[in-house]
């Protein structure tokens, strides 16, 4: 503070620190990609690429906050570089969760194929597909908004992941439908209700990191807040 | 630093903040307990005190959150100290979404109810108090560890979570069993399914809690390493 060198220094370091979130971002939401379509492809190798990405992101995750660590340490930010960097930190937080999500997708897909239902089964695995869909959008336009720092647009997200809900509800009538006509399909339906659940907590996180977004714009915490609250917080000047 | 007012005024709030942590962690441990017990005896009025407790967890979760950043603002911390104040950050993170999968637990029990499901079947609950009794054991344990910053401990809890694991792929089986037989059984099984998942991912968040433990105390991330490193993390002098 009125130390120009130190504060573009600091301005320097937050933008790397941003760009390799982005980054990270980038690859869950391709790893989450991958392993649904290593679902829809009974592709074990596209699987093994998932859980060979999933290494690089926990490591991302622990540099990444070690840095910040170092900011924080070393440049005594302001109260308000301050929640962004913590922000920051959760954000980091959210994308190792998801790529946790896409590594848990991706053995399932091994194990389904180890254990040959594949072929012996035609599962409902393009339905997942939708539901993915919605859910990479959400976490695309998350970290969209993340860049650019949009609220509007993390307001967006926020009010998507219902949808995704819904989606994922109908899907778990129809396993239970698919399970009760054919009662040898039960093992392989639960590891496609747990895919389903994976995809539906990637929208979960893609809603927490907007909800970070406007924290770090607004200064306003507004989790497990009405979604009137959240609207009004996110659209204020 | 240097300053003996301002020093022992941090340690006073800082006591005070790991105070309300452990109350936040008491309140979801007995979340949890109650979550399972509601579901063990069919009882809806237990299962709505889980949700009201949810929203009081939510609220401490936001509170804590904003005091450590005016602590960090306000008394620009030592390194190790910082360390201290993210990972505090981090572990409420960690005990709110355990209050989270308690209420998932406690809305399927209302939905159980609603269905009623409990007078026509005899569902295998009890199977899942014993999962839900190694999943609470294990976070009073990582309560404890935090309380008294005890890395020998914080231990105990990683190398435990392996034991949870097993408990709920057995209960799988049991469940996919139980539906092969009877598959009027499936819909309601699925809702047993999740519960088993909840109470798993207790189990998880413990272990997390137990990691930012050893990083508090010896400065080292051990997420996402090998056992043998982890080990030798904690119990380093």
Chains 1, 2 share one sequence.
């Not at 072929?119 to 997942?128: G, M, N």
């Amino acid at each position: 503070m009125g130390d120009k060198h130190l504060s573009s220094q600091f301005d320097l370091e937050l933008s790397g620190i941003s760009t390799r979130v982005l980054e990270m971002g980038g690859l869950v939401e391709s790893q989450v990609e991958l392993a649904v379509s290593a679902l829809t492809s009974f592709d074990g190798d596209i699987a093994s690429r998932v859980l060979v990405a999933e290494e690089r992101v926990n490591q991302m995750e622990v540099e990444i906050d070690h840095d910040l660590s170092a900011i924080i340490a070393l440049r005594q930010p302001t109260a308000r570089d301050l929640r962004l960097l913590i922000a920051i930190s959760k954000t980091i937080g959210n994308l190792e969760r998801v790529g946790d999500e896409a590594a848990r997708i991706a053995r399932t897909v091994h194990r389904l194929i180890n254990s040959g239902v594949f072929s012996r089964l035609r599962l409902p695995v393009s339905d997942i597909s939708f539901e993915a869909e919605l859910a990479t959008a959400s976490l695309r336009k998350a970290l969209d908004a993340f860049a650019r720092l949009d609220t509007v647009q993390a307001l967006e997200v926020i009010k998507q992941d219902n949808q995704i809900d819904q989606e994922f509800d109908g899907l778990m009538r129809k396993l239970i439908t698919y399970m009760m006509e054919d009662p040898r399909t039960i093992s392989a339906s639960i590891d496609l209700v747990f895919v389903a659940k994976a995809i539906e907590r990637v929208g979960d996180h893609a809603k927490n990191l907007a909800e970070q977004i406007i924290y770090i714009v607004k200064g306003t915490d507004i989790r497990h807040n009405p979604m009137d609250t959240v609207e009004s917080v996110a659209l204020k000047d």
